[in-house]
């Protein structure tokens, strides 16, 4: 094993499966390092939860093969999915008990001790509302509530299918930044999205799939494509309520590559280094600016695929932080 092999902890070789008529995952090869987030996007209906389905190992691949942590044997997989993390839809929650009993529950099944429930309640944000009965909760707490049972045993990786489903702006924004939270404390993130606004604001990389087939992979600034200038991986329109002190604020920003006022609206379009704007969006909330507005500037990943996807994403319109 080389030293770049021992960094691969999620990785497929043409993995396949079909269900009678419908080839649902086609030879899918892809591999994701330690520390990325992982997007695996496509459409409604092209092999995303299938492709989970096998790897958390609820659907048996009909050729190919993966590996996770190296583990590829059945009884290997057996002790490397104890270091994984998995939500695949909203977990079945007690209605009638609060969100901590729920955790409590969902610890004792997994074998985990009670100490960590607290940390999981706090790491999502419902810290206090954890005596809270489970049916008075929102969507996207409930979809925090499954985020804190699928962090319990401390996973290494963590894979979401469709974090965002189904939530609103806010609710959004609260689940890229416990994803954040998570890619900062060094986890790795293999998440599934039909929104490529989500996975260009979210991750790493990303593996774009079109009906089971991978159509692109790699990192979101390879896959965007290196046409930005001043080494800028990504540009992002910002507007707060204080043109001034936003302006202090992106020029202190460390991954600010260049700055200049927006067209029109107010605000300015922020070259950065990094595409990680949930770290610039933390900066300015940091500094008190309060952001109306925080968007990748130019849609280039929508530009780079919609010819490959022939519009079959959900539209990026309307989404702002
Ligand atoms: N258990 C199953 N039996 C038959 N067909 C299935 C099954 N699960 C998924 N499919 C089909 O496989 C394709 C991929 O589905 P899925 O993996 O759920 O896609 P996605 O998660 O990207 O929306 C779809 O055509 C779906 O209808
Ligand atoms: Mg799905």
Redesign the pocket.
Known sequence: MTEGEKTVVVETDELTKR??D?L??DQVTLSVERGQVFGFL??????????I?MLVGIVTPTAGSFSLFGATSPRQLLAARTRVGATLETPNFYPYLGGRDNLLIAARVKGVGDERIDECLDLVGLGDRGKHKFKTYSLGMKQRLALAATMLNDPELIIL?EPSNGLDPQGMREVREIIGVLADRGKTIFL?S?LLWEVERTCTHVAI?RK?RIVKVGSVAEVVGGHHAHGEIVAALVRADDDERLQTALEAYPETASLQPAEDGGGFVVGLRSDDLAGLNRWLADRGVYVSHLAPHRRSLEDAFIGLTEGEFAPMTGIAS
Request: glycine share 24%.
């Open positions: 269900f009678k419908v649902a995952v496509g459409p409604n209906g092209s092999g995303k939860t299938t492709t389905g299918d599934s039909h799939v089971g």
